[in-house]
């Protein structure tokens, strides 16, 4: 996981980059598979303290929240409260819709009939006859 941090009208600071590494860190890591770029930026508007977190994912995926407070630290958790919430839908769309698909692959279970022993036993319509003679004649015009 890659961090890019970038600060308008904000001072940088250690804590807010160990702060940012202990909380953010553990929360994506833990839907993430592949490799992720996290671009954060620090600005301060007025009184207010916003922070972006953008995420570029190597699923194909990318995230962008924004959190607006008077104190940075209370920006940041709801940021990545955010955040972790949009990657928990991410992750819960892909399991359904891989689990969709898995359904219609499971195929049901049909007695099967073997054709060679069972070929006397069945019953045969005079319109089915028909239907295949007529099949047969197709193929062989078109063959």
């Known amino acids: 996981m890659q961090y890019r941090f970038f600060y308008k009208n904000f001072r940088p600071s250690k804590f807010i980059k160990n702060l940012v590494l202990e909380k953010l860190g553990k929360r994506i890591e833990r839907f993430a598979t592949k490799p992720i770029e996290a671009k954060l930026t620090f600005s301060s508007i007025g009184l207010d303290n916003v922070v972006n977190i953008r995420l570029l994912g190597g699923d194909g995926f ?37 689990k969709s698909h898995r359904s219609k692959d499971k195929l049901e279970l049909v007695e099967y009939l073997d054709p060679i022993a069972d070929a006397d036993a069945m019953p045969i319509d005079a319109e089915d006859l028909i239907k295949l003679d007529q099949a047969m004649q197709k193929r062989r015009k078109a063959g």
């Open 62 to 98: 990318n995230m962008e929240v924004t959190s607006k407070k008077r104190v940075m630290q209370d920006a940041l958790d709801e940021a990545t409260d955010r955040l972790e919430n949009k990657l928990k839908k991410q992750k819960e769309k892909l399991k359904n819709h891989k």
